[in-house]
């Protein structure tokens, strides 16, 4: 689940980007949209002037018409599901700006065969204007320009043969590039941010799991998970807490719920999705049958008798689990409610074995940690 869900921190990263863009690239679109009907109007009331080049030159605007329109359309089709939005838009948006580079090359090599001369203008345009109002990585950003320059400067020479127009070319290419590169790392960083303080409002910081807010979002999402029927829940709570707080103090209750969470995470991580829901209370999704389970949970006990021999401080857990196949019908709130039954009668039986007061009876912990 937690494989197939989650979006890596850099796609998290590009959909900031994206974001905060998405107005730009929108305006930037339009705006070519709507020149290259002007374009084509233009080519209808003065075809004399572009001679036997009238259709290549109509080829250009309608090709470039047709792809602002597509990028729209794409944009619009992938606006709401952010795993496709990362998928599409990180292969789509290096690609249109390769294309309007070579378009904006391709028209000044059509202008120098018509007028004699590399008119850079519209190269530059697009050059500012369009790889801008894309997100990209800055590497393929300069990749991508330092090729387009490199042409251009190249169909420049050749056209005009005069070091002036190479020289102003060069100082422009120098400013587009150190200009598009801190443009996208400030975009980038931006989004950097973002991502971090939306990771922190999601993690545990005591134990980096994910926090009680995203249980409750993915139990809600769970209801509907297509491979739901081979998950498992599972309900884990640290025994004896409140007297380790008591005897030496809450830095050391925490160490204890540190060590249960490192043993949970090296037991179940592979597996699922781990959450911290309250203080010693744990839960995981794992995708796993009850046989697989009992195998994992002999390996909790060992993992757990570990730290506590490396760490001089008993940490014991008690805890439940109930397979989703257990109950097809029932929806995520019925097996969190059973796995946590189970955990409580296993801890009522930890402190019945140790001869301790059970401050927290069985009867009522469902009601005490109702999930839903």
């Known amino acids: 689940m937690r494989a197939n869900e989650q979006i890596s921190r850099k796609g998290k990263i590009l959909i900031g980007v994206y974001s905060s863009s998405a107005g730009i690239s929108m305006t930037a679109l339009a705006i070519v949209a709507v020149l290259e009907v002007f374009m084509l109007v233009y080519s209808v009331l003065n075809a004399p002037m572009y001679g036997d080049y009238l259709w290549h030159y109509r080829a250009f605007y309608i090709a470039l018409l047709a792809v602002a329109l597509i990028y729209i359309a794409l944009n619009a089709f992938v606006k709401r599901d952010i795993a496709r939005r990362y998928k599409v838009l990180n292969v789509a948006n290096p690609l249109y700006a390769v294309f309007f ?133 599972i309900s884990i709570d640290v025994n004896g807490l409140k007297e380790i707080n008591d005897q030496y103090g809450h830095p050391a209750g925490d160490k204890l719920i540190v060590g249960a969470a490192q043993c949970i995470d090296q037991c179940f991580g592979d597996m699922g999705k781990l959450y911290r829901v309250g203080g010693d209370e744990f839960v995981a999704l794992v995708t796993a049958n009850a046989e697989e389970l009992e195998k994992l949970f002999r390996t909790f006990a060992r993992c757990t008798q570990a730290w506590s021999k490396n760490n001089d401080l008993a940490l014991s857990t008690a805890y439940g689990f109930v397979c989703y196949s257990e109950y097809p019908d029932s929806d995520s709130a019925v097996l969190a409610r059973v796995a946590d039954e189970r955990m409580y009668a296993a801890k009522a ?21 109702a999930r839903q």
């Not at 973002?194 to 809600?220: H, P, S, W």
């Not at 930890?350 to 009601?367: E, L, T």
């Open 101 to 233: 580079f070579g378009w904006a090359l391709g028209i000044t090599f059509f202008d120098s065969i018509i007028w004699g001369t590399a008119d850079t203008m519209v190269f530059m345009t697009f050059s500012l204007v369009v790889p801008l109002s894309f997100f990209l990585f800055p590497w393929a950003y300069v990749a991508i320009v330092v090729v387009a320059d490199a042409l251009m400067m190249y169909l420049t020479v050749t056209v005009t043969g005069t070091v002036a127009s190479l020289i102003n070319l060069s100082i422009f290419c120098i400013f587009q590039i150190v200009l598009g590169f801190s443009f996208l790392r400030m975009r980038l960083k931006l989004a950097e941010r973002i991502v971090q303080e939306q990771e922190n409002a999601d993690i545990d910081v005591l134990t980096g799991f994910a926090n009680r807010r995203v249980y409750e979002q993915d139990m809600k999402k769970l209801n509907s998970h297509p491979g739901r029927g081979r998950m498992a829940y």
């Open 349 to 369: 039986r930890y402190y019945q074995m140790n001869g301790k007061d059970r401050r927290r009876h069985v009867d009522d912990a469902p009601q005490t940690r």
